[in-house]
């Protein structure tokens, strides 16, 4: 390998993992409830995600790629862990329609333009069209569904062709003897599964490695007995791709990769052992004769068939020795609190999904505090921090919103409905302001980036107006926390000034702009900054409201409660004239 192919092996590995953070990022918007549905029926049970797995890789003919899509899948959250399971087990099989293609091309002519044919089933073949349907999608499609469906193709065309990259960038050791030799260096069995499972990890697909091995034993040079260990070393070596796919992966994302990994290993142990257990007691003539591409084709079906069958009902054991493998960062203890058995007695289970949304509530205004803080001095650590946060908020959206929906199905008596409504409403309200938080800081990563340095004028300005959102902020939280009505009333004045604010800041920005003392760049983001300052004070005013509404009305109606504020009242315009005068600009 020359420092072109190591260069292009580094390329193909960016590209692969772009591919795959860009396809498990669309998944997570456009997913929704309906392909979790398709998904959800299709692998309902072990049977059925084995022969979705092996149908799919069958057609495709690569189980790296039907590996990669399910960490993607498992990833966004369409599919569970153990959904992923079983379809992995059918990938496994499925495999080994291609060494069976493999050994067919090498009869009569007919037999090959067969297999010709069925090239176009490969993923290089089609590829080309989802790139091309992708960023039609993207390029022409508004915000919304198709952009995300655009955006999950080119994803998962990048990934494949970075895959792609990484495979030609080592293809030049198919040709190399030396490399191709090593396989029939060593008798051992141990070393000949890890000669197959390194040669494997090494070309990145067990199809191209089986396929070698086929082409050497042409030449008879190969025996059975050498050939059956180096076979499932190569099964082994295939899981590379999917470990590698997982790197940018959540913790269940990492968790499939190992699901694969250990389906391979427990296999390769299962069938050695059953192999030379019954060739120590039962002379097996064929062991020491030379084996021919069907015979490889053969052991290949035989050891993915057996193992799925050993393994197929022990597919909950292989979840929990991936999640014992990859454990959770730091449990989340609050999580734990939402119990299905608490679900038998609501009053139970929505205390404890209010204490959930209480520590909801202290993610997302932490993650927004320190949001607000990166404008005046940017720290990479926090902005870390941030980003796990707003992970944690919506972790924390989908499983309330889950639960709470499970709880409504239960007996409950109208003024449960109406809290189960309201927690409902608030950690929408929540997770839209830890997405609000990252949309702030990458602003103020933008800034450092670019070094943007805004007027004396403009600098002033976004620091009344940071310090009018930090407090609303704490009024939202404080309200919510603590149950105080008194602090509620405060937000929605407050919110109005946030409003009149962002309004007179773009106004002297247009003015400046005039004078040549800042430029349209500044303008851009400055206007994304104030933006984002108003919804984070719409998020806080619903909450506010929504709590007053509740305790004060019994009803959730926000529009009629916020056009009955801002109708006015000598109270609220006595607050909105403090706010107004303690944060003029």
């Known amino acids: 390998m020359g420092i072109s192919n190591v260069l292009g092996l580094i390329c193909g590995l960016a590209l692969f993992l772009y591919g795959m953070e860009v396809m498990s990022d669309s998944l997570k918007r456009s997913a929704g409830n309906q392909l979790k549905t398709i998904l959800g ?92 349907i992708g960023i039609i999608l993207v390029m022409f499609s508004k915000r919304g569904r198709k952009k995300d469906i655009g955006a999950i193709l080119l994803g998962f065309s990048i990934l494949m062709v970075g895959m792609g990259m990484m495979s030609d960038s080592v293809s030049v050791l198919k040709e190399n003897e030396a490399f191709r030799q090593m396989l029939t260096l060593f008798e051992n069995p141990i070393l000949g599964v890890l000669v197959g499972m390194i040669m494997t990890a090494i070309i990145q697909s067990s199809s191209a490695s089986v396929g070698i091995l086929q082409a050497l034993a042409v030449t008879g040079a190969i025996s059975f007995g050498a050939a059956i260990p180096i076979i499932m070393g190569q099964n082994i070596g295939t899981c590379i791709t999917a470990i590698i796919s997982s790197f940018g992966a959540n913790t269940n994302g990492k968790r499939t990769a190992f699901v694969h990994l250990y389906f391979n290993v427990i296999g390769t142990v299962v069938c050695l052992a059953l192999y030379y257990l019954v060739s120590a007691f039962v002379t097996l003539p064929f062991a020491t004769g030379p ?103 919506d972790i924390y959206e989908d499983t309330l919103g889950t639960y709470l929906v499970k709880i409504s199905a239960e007996d409950v008596t109208p003024e449960q409905s109406r809290q189960i409504t309201m927690l409902l409403h608030l950690i929408g309200d929540f997770e839209r302001i830890s997405d609000h938080a990252v949309n702030i800081l990458e602003s103020a990563e933008e800034i450092k980036d670019k070094k943007i340095k805004f007027s004396c004028g403009a600098q002033k300005e976004t620091q009344v107006i940071t310090a009018a959102l930090t407090e609303i902020i704490g009024l939202a939280d404080k309200a919510y926390e603590s149950g105080d009505l008194k602090t509620a009333v405060l937000v929605e004045p407050l919110e109005q000034v946030v409003d009149s ?42 909450i506010a409201g929504c709590l007053l509404e509740i305790s004060n ?33």
Not at 72 to 98: E, K, P, R
Not at 512 to 522: A, F, G, M, P, V
Not at 554 to 574: C, R, V
């Open 41 to 132: 029926k299709m692998t309902s049970n072990r049977f059925k995600g084995l022969l979705l797995g092996l149908a799919v890789t069958a057609v495709i003919q690569s189980s790296s790629a039907t590996t990669v899509m399910v960490v993607g899948f498992v990833n966004s959250g369409t599919m569970t862990l153990m959904q992923a399971v079983g379809v992995i087990m059918g990938a496994n099989v499925g495999t080994s329609v291609t060494s069976w293609l493999t050994a067919l091309s090498g009869l009569d002519s007919s037999a090959a333009q067969l297999t010709g044919a069925l090239e176009i089933l490969k993923p290089d073949s089609w590829m080309p069209i989802l790139a091309l």
């Open 291 to 393: 084996i021919d591409s069907w015979g490889i084709a053969i052991v290949h079906t035989i050891f993915n068939i057996i193992t799925v069958i050993f393994l197929l009902p022990f597919t909950k054991i292989l979840a929990k020795l991936a999640v014992l493998t990859v454990k959770d960062k730091g449990k989340d203890e609050h999580v734990n609190l939402l119990d299905d058995r608490l679900l038998a007695t609501p009053s139970l289970a929505i205390d404890a999904a209010d204490k959930v949304t209480h520590a909801m509530a202290q993610i997302s205004c932490k993650a927004m505090k320190l949001a607000l803080e990166q404008l005046s001095e940017y720290d990479a650590k926090k902005a870390d921090l941030i980003r796990e946060y707003e992970d944690k908020a």
């Open 501 to 542: 604010l962002k309004d007179r800041i773009k106004l002297n920005h247009v003015m400046r702009l005039q004078r040549n003392e800042c430029t349209i760049e500044h303008g851009f983001v400055l206007s994304d900054l104030l933006n984002n300052f108003e919804r984070v004070s719409d998020h806080c005013s619903n």
């Open 553 to 585: 009305h019994n009803a959730l109606d926000m529009h009629k409660y916020l056009s009955e504020i801002k109708k006015g009242s000598p109270e609220f315009d006595k607050l909105f004239n403090e706010y107004q005068e303690k944060y003029a600009l």
